[in-house]
Nanobody, 118 residues
Framework: QVQLVESGGGLVQAGGSLRLSCAAS????????MGWYRQAPGKQRELVAG???????KYADSVKGRFTISRASAKNAVYLQMNSLKPEDTAVYYC????????????WGEGTLVTVSS
């Protein structure tokens, strides 16, 4: 089992910055990749940013150049630095871990709310 706990969400004005953190525990040795997803009201959950064991990253087009994902070498944490925030970034942000072994193929945190005001 893998447990993920997000933190760092909050209220920020447009143009501001936030840094989200996700702490992983349990069978973290089985984690192959980690990422951040978000879900806004009335919309489907979407991938914001992901990072693999090899360090490859990918970003949603809407956040490219503004957000940066990073991961601890011990695979016990992943971070999302969010700059130049826009009102459309408002959503619940979820940490995700893809695993190579376990009861699930991936695990999710409970989410942290990011609200960007105009």
């Amino acid at each position: 089992q893998v447990q993920l706990v997000e933190s760092g969400g909050g209220l920020v004005q447009a143009g501001g910055s936030l840094r989200l953190s996700c702490a992983a525990s349990g069978m973290i040795f089985s984690i192959n990749a980690m990422g951040w997803y978000r879900q806004a009201p009335g919309k489907q959950r979407e991938l914001v940013a992901g990072i693999t064991d090899g360090g490859s990253t990918k970003y949603a087009d809407s956040v490219k150049g503004r957000f940066t994902i990073s991961r601890a070498s011990a695979k016990n944490a992943v971070y999302l630095q969010m700059n130049s925030l826009k009102p459309e970034d408002t959503a619940v942000y979820y940490c995700n871990a893809a695993v190579s072994y376990g009861l699930r193929s991936e695990y999710w945190g409970e989410g942290t709310l990011v609200t960007v005001s105009s």
